[in-house]
Structures are given as C-alpha cells and as structure tokens.
Nanobody
Framework: QVQLVESGGGLVQPGGSLRLSCAAS????????MGWYREPPGKQRELVAT???????NYADSVKGRFTISRDNVRMTMYLQMNSLKPEDTAVYYC???????????????WGQGTLVTVSS
C-alpha cells in the first residue's frame, strides 16, 4: 500500500521558518509530479507548489520568493522550505503525489494526512 506521511509542522512566530517533509513508502515503482497544498481555517484547499520528477517547479503567487519546494527521488521524499512566514500561512499542509504502484502498475494519486502549521506571535 502506498502511503505519504508529512512531518515538520508546528507553531512559529511571524517571520520565522519551517521545513516540511513528505515521505512516500510502499510498493512504488515510480513517482511523478508531487505537490504541497494547504487548507487555511474555514477555507478551501489551495495549491502551494508543485515539482515534477525532473525538478520543474511551480508556485502560488502568495508564496513565491518565500517558499522552496524540492525532492529527493532516491529517498522518495519531498520538502517545503518555508521562510518569512506570515499569519496568513496558517493552515493544514498536505502533500500529494502521482505514483505508479509496483504491484498493479496502476498510476495512483495519493494524499498525506496533513500537518498543521500555525504562524502566530
């Protein structure tokens, strides 16, 4: 069974930094595009950033210049370095990945369980 597990969330003051990780595990033969999404309190889930397996990145305008997405294909792990955090960055952050199941050879879309980031003084 393919699983994504996020870690690294927590409470941080405005202007601070956090680094989120998303580790994939299970019977995976390949991982395609991965991405970070967030769900602010009372709002809909929104795209934060995506990264292809070749390293091409895309960011929401609200995080450009502050957040950096990266991945380690050997460790099957994706990261989100978040700097200059603002209170409006407060949200549950989810990772998503398109993976090829090694057993069924099917392409699946998987979500992690989410990690809470709170930016507050």
């Amino acid at each position: 069974q393919v699983q994504l597990v996020e870690s690294g969330g927590g409470l941080v003051q405005p202007g601070g930094s956090l680094r989120l990780s998303c580790a994939a595990s299970g019977s995976i033969s390949a991982i395609g595009t991965m991405g970070w999404y967030r769900e602010p309190p009372g709002k809909q889930r929104e795209l934060v950033a995506t990264i292809t397996n070749g390293g091409m990145t895309n960011y929401a305008d609200s995080v450009k210049g502050r957040f950096t997405i990266s991945r380690d294909n050997v460790r099957m792990t994706m990261y989100l370095q978040m700097n200059s955090l603002k209170p409006e960055d407060t949200a549950v952050y989810y990772c998503k990945a398109r993976v090829v199941d090694d057993e069924t050879r099917r392409t699946l879309e998987r979500w992690g369980q989410g990690t809470l980031v709170t930016v507050s003084s």
